[in-house]
């Protein structure tokens, strides 16, 4: 499983000319880079994993296609462009699940760089189980209410008798921990 | 929109629960396309949301418990501020006198009239009092093949069922925008949106129910609508639905008037 990269702006503006010059190495590049962030952003949108898992194929696939013909006007947009690609394939599906046009799918090797293991990020959520059992109780409560009941901060304050700004930092500092957990276990493998 | 913004307005949290509109999701899924910070932050939400799913409910002392226990205490609260009144006015009087009788004839004081004591406000805030339990639902399968509204719809309170009431959102939306004349679509978008904060689209749905016309969701909606005025603090349309919901007769009969009455406290 690969940390969230953060490649630099140059980087993704080379990124897009090697895939026009036929790159192919260049196109595994681009699926790391953005295949989980097209995943979570399907997930968040549709609510559904199977589709999202679908989408980021279409998405690479049209994506890579537009790149190869040098539809990309301009290079330094490329996160942009992705983006939008997801978010319209997205709204089509919500549309129309059925009458979307059906892309090819991705080759076999691209494919394997975003398979429904890696995108699942089961590694990922293993951690959390652990790091969250290293939270204390009202914590644990504190993003579950956040989280899962959708509370704003000041109804939870009233809830667990704390105050708003309380529960606001504590929110903070559990995803921060949780989040720190992850980076270190992750970066060790 | 910078990584400032993403943790000062809660975007991560809004983004995750589906509360940000579409320019602000617009906007955020750019930042995190591009900031490798801010999707470590959303990864980690997602994956956190999902374990938190997976965990049984915690239990969390709601606030109705700690007005229960208000409500218990206050008969013991008001004795002790009576006694205290009545002890200091016993005192105060019994120092007074020799100045009084200088001063002017004592009062005629009947000893039968009470002692006026300002008991400590039992009256729940409005914040108490537009606090709402989701209305009950019950999947009703229809012979025959479904229509895709109701597909969706049926598919969408299975969240709503599971207390997910923002997930259910975007499925119950879409049954109402395939079937707009169905009243249960729209109560229970109104219901969704009560339940997840979003007050002021909870009262669109809830109107349009309304209007749809007698329907079995009329006195729900009322009321519910009444729930979602008292959560904007607009007491005088709040009050107007908790009398339209009593003049049903209904289930809710007893529970708004009880609100009216409390409203007028």
Known sequence: MSLPSATSAGELRNLAERIRQGDASAETELVHEFSHRIFVMGVVRTHDREAARELVQDVLMAVIGALRNGQLQDADKLAAFVHGTARNLINNQLRAQSQAPALDPLPEDLAQACSAEQLEDAERVGLVHQALERLGQQDRKILWMTLVQGHKPGEIAAALGLSAEVVRTRKTRAVKKVADLIRKKLSRT | ?265
């Open chain 2, 1 to 265: 929109m910078n990584c400032t913004e993403v943790e000062e307005r809660e975007i991560l949290e809004r983004y995750l629960l589906d509360r940000l509109t579409e320019p602000e999701r617009e906007e955020f899924e750019k930042h995190y396309f591009e900031c490798g910070t801010c999707f470590a932050q959303v990864q980690t939400g997602l994956a956190l949301q999902t374990e938190l799913r997976r965990q049984p409910a915690m239990p969390v002392r709601a606030r109705g418990a700690s007005l229960l226990r208000t409500w218990v205490w206050a008969p013991a609260f008001a004795a002790i501020v009576i006694l205290l009144t009545a002890g200091i006015w016993w005192y105060s009087a019994r120092n007074r006198q020799p100045l009084q009788q200088v001063a002017a004839p004592p009062p005629k004081v009947s000893p039968n009239v009470p002692v006026k004591v300002q008991s400590p406000s039992t009256t729940p805030s409005l914040e108490e009092l537009a606090r709402v339990e989701p209305p009950p639902y019950s999947a009703v399968v229809l012979r025959g093949a479904e229509d895709e509204s109701h597909e969706a719809f049926h598919k969408a309170m299975q969240y709503y069922v599971k207390e997910d009431y923002a997930h259910a959102i975007p499925g119950v939306r879409a049954a109402v925008e395939a079937s707009p004349q169905t009243a249960s679509f729209s109560f229970y978008l109104g219901a969704c949106y009560l339940l997840t904060g979003q007050t002021d689209l909870a009262i669109i749905s809830f109107r349009k129910t309304v209007s749809l016309g007698d329907s079995a969701y009329s006195e729900s909606a009322h009321f519910y609508l009444a729930k979602a005025y008292l959560g904007n603090k607009d007491v005088a349309r709040a009050q107007d639905e908790l009398q339209r919901t009593v003049q049903f007769h209904g289930s809710l009969e007893a529970p708004a008037a009880e609100i009216l009455r409390q409203l007028r406290n």
